[in-house]
């Protein structure tokens, strides 16, 4: 079987990097334009191109797809590729760019979606960040048949996983990306063998992870301490959790929820030392903060972090 893979991040170089030990043939993939990153701001390939140049895949990368967009001519030419590249099938793991039906109609087999999430559970981009952050129990990797809609199309292979109450989205996307990987390979050995069928999605349940906004990174303190302890392993890595105090952003990477009296108004640091950590009351309850950085700083557990950053008698916006 000739797969075609379309991913960008390292989500999608896990899948990528399974279907080639796997022995698939990949005569093309498709990812992202090289983006500008770090302090130069110099191009930097996708996790993706990497990967594909270091196993010497071809490598496409319009910027897009839309035959009726901003860039009609790059799309056709990406199209023209597709067609006159020999595949029976297209993997897509976050790859970036909506595929439109033109797209979507070239492979004879269809395009297979890796998603993150039990569909319809979490629809979207950020299905990782916003399981952990409402607290959910549980989450998986779905492998579904792409059509227009937003995660819409019907499921062929899934499989849950616990989330761990320690889990960030870090630790949790390696364990999906590793899942996604897995399943993939054995979907497409199933669809070789014509043993795939095709489950379509219930409305009931469905919800949109919407794209993580920066601004959301600032937490209100006066939500309870289980609330914001979820959104500090949410938004970690990105765009990491944040406090500010006497106008200066602290950022918040790993915290436990603790017991507090009412006396304490909420953002108020309760104590600050080595031993305890950095206690901050809350609407309800109280985090204790053990990893912290300030801005231009490194991420430092509690202790080394008040050695140049003093917190007691404090408050929290």
């Not at 031993?275 to 490194?298: F, M, S, W």
Request: proline letters at 7%; aromatic letters at 6%.
């Amino acid at each position: 079987m000739k797969i075609i893979f379309a991913g960008t991040p390292e989500f999608a170089a896990v899948a990528l990097a399974a279907l080639h030990a796997a022995g698939f043939e990949i005569p093309l993939v498709l990812t992202q334009p090289d983006r500008p990153a770090g302090r130069g701001m110099q191009l930097h390939a996708s996790a993706v191109k990497q990967f594909a140049l270091a196993h010497n895949i071809p490598v496409a990368q319009p910027i897009s797809l839309r035959l009726d967009g901003k860039y009609p001519d790059i799309a056709q030419e990406a199209h023209d590729l597709l067609r006159a590249t020999p595949h029976d099938v297209m993997v897509v793991a976050a790859y970036g760019l909506i595929l439109p039906q033109s797209v979507l109609d070239i492979p004879p087999l269809g395009c297979l979606n890796i998603h993150a999430s039990l569909l319809p559970r979490w629809r979207g981009a950020a299905p990782i960040h916003r399981a952990i952050e409402v607290g959910d129990e549980e989450t998986g990797v779905t492998i579904m048949q792409m059509e227009l809609g937003l995660d819409t199309g019907p499921m062929l292979l899934m499989q849950s996983l616990p989330i761990a109450a320690d889990d960030t989205t870090a630790s949790l996307h390696d364990k999906l990306a590793k899942l996604g990987g897995e399943m993939i390979v054995d979907a497409l050995r199933k669809l070789e063998q014509g043993g795939l069928t095709a489950t379509p999605q219930p409305e009931i349940g469905a919800n949109y992870a919407a794209k993580i906004a920066k601004e959301e990174a600032t937490l209100d303190l006066k939500q309870s301490a289980q609330e914001l302890a979820r959104k500090i392993r949410a938004f970690n890595p990105f765009p990491g959790a944040m406090g500010v105090c006497n106008g200066t952003p602290v950022k918040f990477w790993q915290a436990e929820v603790l017991e507090s009296s009412d006396q304490w108004q909420a953002g108020q640091v309760i104590s600050a030392n080595a031993h305890d950590g950095v206690v901050i009351a809350c609407g309800t309850g109280a985090l204790r903060v053990t990893e912290l950085q300030k801005p231009g700083g490194k991420r430092l557990p509690a202790a080394e972090f008040l050695k140049g950053f003093a917190l007691e008698d404090k408050r929290f916006q």
